[in-house]
């Protein structure tokens, strides 16, 4: 009996540490940045406010920027940000950088930017 309910206890705190991932606006972050390292906007196409068209010149210079930095390690959302927008910090293998995120009333992407820390 004190093995199962040890075994509970460590369930549960096992589920307790693995709520404290990423929220969504990192998540999203985090899939912009992965696309955009891979040289293609259509995994985040969804994401995009309507009107917003982020054209194949931008997505290949975010790409030679991007993916020589190596895998994310981490995505981390940085307060206080300017009003209305979301601001990161980036963890590559390689590089640490800043992005900023802003969104629209519905929460899709409005502008996507990125600076070396």
Not at 18 to 44: F, H, K, W
Request: proline fraction near 4%; glycine fraction near 6%; hydrophobic fraction near 40%.
């Amino acid at each position: 009996m004190k093995r199962l309910t040890l075994a509970i206890a460590v369930c549960a705190a096992l589920a307790l540490v693995s709520c404290g991932g990423e929220n969504r606006y990192e998540r999203l972050a985090d899939r912009i940045t992965r696309a955009m390292q891979n040289n293609s906007i259509a995994p985040v196409q969804n994401d995009l406010a309507k009107g917003i068209n982020i054209d194949r010149v931008r997505v290949a210079e975010a790409a030679d920027a991007l993916a020589p930095l190596g895998k994310i390690e981490s995505v981390k959302e940085v307060k206080p940000c300017e009003p209305g927008v979301h601001c990161f910090i980036v963890k590559f293998q390689k590089a640490t950088y800043r992005e900023k995120l802003r969104l629209d009333e519905n929460g899709k992407i409005v502008a996507w930017r990125y600076s070396p820390e």
